[in-house]
């Protein structure tokens, strides 16, 4: 015993030398930073699943009591003792259980050294500087909001120092195309450039966001690779083009509450039935994919930044999610009751209608299709439904600056770089009335936007800071769109035919 207890002790004494040798800080004689190392780990790649109270095995890691308490096999930490800590185990596969976090790549050797060195050190949580980690589906912006004073916040904490404003001439190209699609001509980027008026990049936003027919023309791009909306391409089962439907909804800026509400319940909001059919194209695959389970899935991925495409077969190995709760959101998409099948094996159970938060309202069970829809429609815009809001502020932001609050987009139950910013956007947008034209200008003339671009990184690292927008490749559409500009030779299509414009 004793000759192996001293193996054990030359062992760790050789990993620590060569954790130094390649690097890593394990042998640092500095403490292991919880906020700025530890947190944002636990954030992007545990907390999505691993947070609240439907946690899988029952395990948090939103406090350290949680982790403490542990789930169904025991404690997560063993504070001062790495070695037995069961989250330790689990991040690096050993005994026999899945390797985590499951379906995503691994952490990498400096992540997985900095957590065994906190667990040595105690588990200790200074949540001073740490944002709530919970999940929490009602809004809690800040007293005193505002992008400019919230991210004036973010520069101080994080020791940002402030930088010019980009020059006139990159303003006005970012906003042309991220609000048009067009680029400006030389004689509208000169007039802008020599007005000396102190709010001439504030009224030029205004004036572009008034182009309906080139804003909704541009935004309409956005909106169809969102809602699967395609225009003469032909698949399997029923299709239903939304396209005027939707060019005309941005043109007269549809409130977006009542923008999916149009989508989600078409005979009751007078809206278009084909982007339930559209979500649906490919028929009935296999039991996860029937029509209902499809509607569910992509409705709740685009709206409401919620993944259940795995819980649609089983209980979600990479979230929270359990497959009667899949089932229960398509029977809100479903003419007929729904039976529950797991991995295409019949259970016998059936589903009961039920929104994925209980806590927003009941579905009658007898209630007919049309009334189920209108149901959901309600839920999903519900104001108390934070998730519905912080989804397309997130989306939005993703889109005016390459990396969102919140990454992935499609996993909005994280925590964000910058919490309060996120929820005072999503509140100020439900205050206005779901007006897609104010949260863009909120953002246009905001301080971030007008910063100069900084390289892009990793969307998923966990220690991304805030220090202006990436770089964004044009689209195609805006390309094309560059070239009739500068050529004068656009160009529409009759019948499949190019025809000179």
Not at 183 to 192: N, V, W
Not at 263 to 284: C, I, N, Q, S
Not at 369 to 396: C, H, Q, Y
Not at 415 to 438: G, M, R, S, V
Request: net charge neutral.
């Amino acid at each position: 015993m004793k000759s192996q207890a001293h193996l054990r002790t030359l062992k760790s004494a050789l990993l620590a030398i060569c954790l130094c040798w390649f690097g890593i800080s394990f042998c640092s004689a500095e403490s292991v930073d919880f906020a700025g190392t530890i947190h944002p780990i636990f954030v992007s790649r545990c907390l999505p699943c691993h947070s609240g109270s439907k946690a899988p095995a029952g395990l948090s890691l939103g406090s350290r009591a949680d982790m403490l308490k542990g789930g169904v096999s025991g404690p997560a930490l063993v504070p001062g003792d790495s070695a037995k800590s069961l989250i330790v185990k689990r991040i690096l596969g050993e005994g026999g259980a899945p390797r985590m976090p499951m379906g995503s790549d691994s952490l990498k050797p400096d992540e997985i050294a900095s957590i065994r060195k906190w667990i040595d050190e105690g588990a200790k949580i200074d949540m001073a500087n740490v944002s709530t980690v919970e999940f929490s589906l009602a809004l809690h912006p800040p007293a005193r909001g505002g992008i400019n004073r919230l991210m004036s916040r973010y520069y101080e904490s994080r020791h940002v120092p402030p930088v010019q404003p980009v020059a006139d001439a990159v303003f006005a190209r970012r906003v042309y195309l991220d609000v048009i699609g067009l680029l400006p001509a030389p004689e509208q980027l000169r007039r802008f450039e020599e007005d000396s008026q102190p709010d001439k990049r504030q009224r030029l936003v205004d004036e572009l966001l008034a182009q309906n027919q080139n804003y909704a023309e541009n935004w309409i791009t956005f909106w169809n690779d969102l809602l699967h909306n395609d225009e003469g391409v032909t698949f399997y089962g029923d299709r239903a083009s939304i396209s005027n439907w939707l060019l005309t909804s941005l043109k007269s800026n549809l409130p977006y509450n009542q923008f999916v509400q149009a989508l989600l319940a078409p005979t009751a909001h007078g809206g278009p039935d084909g982007f339930l059919k559209g979500v649906t194209w490919r028929g009935t695959v296999s039991a996860s994919q029937r029509p209902p389970l499809q509607a569910a899935q992509n409705s709740a991925q685009v709206f409401l930044g919620i993944n259940l495409k795995c819980n649609s077969c089983h209980d979600s190995f990479i979230s929270h999610w359990k497959l009667r709760e899949a089932y229960s959101l398509a029977s809100l998409f479903s003419d007929k009751p729904l039976e529950i099948v797991r991995c295409d094996k019949n259970t016998g159970q059936m589903a009961t209608p039920q929104f994925l938060f209980p806590e927003l309202g009941s579905v009658d069970a007898t209630a007919s299709l049309s009334d189920r829809r209108l149901a959901a429609a309600r839920m999903f815009t519900d104001p108390r439904n934070g998730l519905f809001a912080r989804t397309i502020v997130n989306r939005v932001w993703r889109a005016l600056f390459g990396r969102g609050l919140v990454e992935p987009v499609d996993i909005m139950e994280g925590t964000a770089w910058n919490p309060e910013l996120l929820d005072w956007l999503a509140q100020d947008f439900i205050a206005h009335n779901y007006d897609f034209k104010y949260l863009l200008k909120s953002i246009l003339i905001s301080e971030p936007y007008q910063r100069p671009s900084v390289p892009s990184g990793q969307l998923r690292d966990p220690k991304y800071e805030f220090r202006g927008p990436w770089p964004r490749r044009i689209t195609a559409e805006k390309f094309s769109d560059a070239i009739a500009e500068i050529t004068g030779n656009w160009r529409i299509h009759v019948d499949d035919k190019p025809v000179p414009g």
